[in-house]
C-alpha cells in the first residue's frame, strides 16, 4: 500500500510512528534510535508531510500481512526520483525480513510510476545494502571569517571532526550538544 493524499498519509504517519518506536526499542539485532520519540518532532514531520501530499511529494509505503500494517518507510517524490526516509516494522515480523520486502516493493512502484532513480539515504542499513546500491559521498567545506574568534571556534571544529580522544570527545560534546525538543 502507497499513502500519497493528505488523509491517508496522516492515517499512515500514525502507524509508522508505532513502528518506527517498536523497531527502536528492539533488543536484539542492530540498534536503532527512536528519532521521532519527541512530540515537536512528530508535530513537525505530520506538518511537513501534510504540506508536501498537498503537492503530491510524499509516499508512506506500507507493508500489509493480513490486516496489519507490520513496516513502513516514508518517502519523497523529488523530481524524477524518490527519496527514501526513516523507517519502522514491528519485531515479531524481523525474521521475515518485512523491510527488505517493503523496499522492494516501494522500488516497484517507483519503476511502476516511472520514476528513474531511487535514493536509499544515508544509512547502511541490512534492508538497502541487499540491493547494492552505490554509494555517493558528500563532500564539504567549511569557510571561516578573518576575526580571531572565528579563526578559533574553525580551528576547534576541524579537530572535533578529525581527531579522537579526550579533547575531541570534548569539542564534539561542545560542537553537537544533544537537543530535547519537548
Not at 42 to 53: G, W
Not at 91 to 107: C, D, G, H, K, Q
Request: with cysteine.
Amino acid at each position: 500500500m502507497v499513502a500519497r493524499d493528505r488523509q491517508d498519509v496522516h492515517q499512515a504517519l500514525q502507524r509508522f510512528l508505532e513502528l518506527h518506536a517498536l523497531r527502536a526499542n528492539m533488543t536484539s539485532g542492530a540498534r536503532h534510535p527512536d528519532y521521532f520519540a519527541g512530540h515537536a518532532v512528530q508535530e513537525f514531520l505530520y506538518d511537513v508531510c501534510r504540506r508536501l501530499a498537498a503537492r503530491d511529494a510524499v509516499r508512506v509505503f506500507q507493508l500489509r500481512i493480513g490486516t496489519e500494517i507490520v513496516a513502513s518507510r516514508v518517502g519523497f517524490a523529488i523530481g524524477d526520483g524518490i527519496y527514501l526516509y526513516y523507517s519502522g516494522f514491528d519485531p515479531a515480523w524481523a525474521r521475515y525480513s518485512v523491510m527488505t520486502t517493503t523496499l522492494a516493493e516501494a522500488i516497484r512502484y517507483a519503476i511502476g510510476q516511472g520514476f528513474k532513480t531511487v535514493n536509499l539515504s544515508l544509512t547502511r542499513e541490512q534492508s538497502k545494502l541487499r540491493w547494492n546500491p552505490r554509494l555517493v559521498r558528500f563532500h564539504s567545506a567549511l569557510v571561516q571569517r578573518e576575526v580571531l574568534r572565528s579563526r578559533i571556534v574553525c580551528r576547534a571544529y576541524r579537530l572535533a571532526i578529525t581527531r579522537h580522544g579526550p579533547s575531541a570527545r570534548i569539542l564534539k560534546n561542545v560542537f553537537w550538544a544533544h537537543r530535547h525538543w519537548d
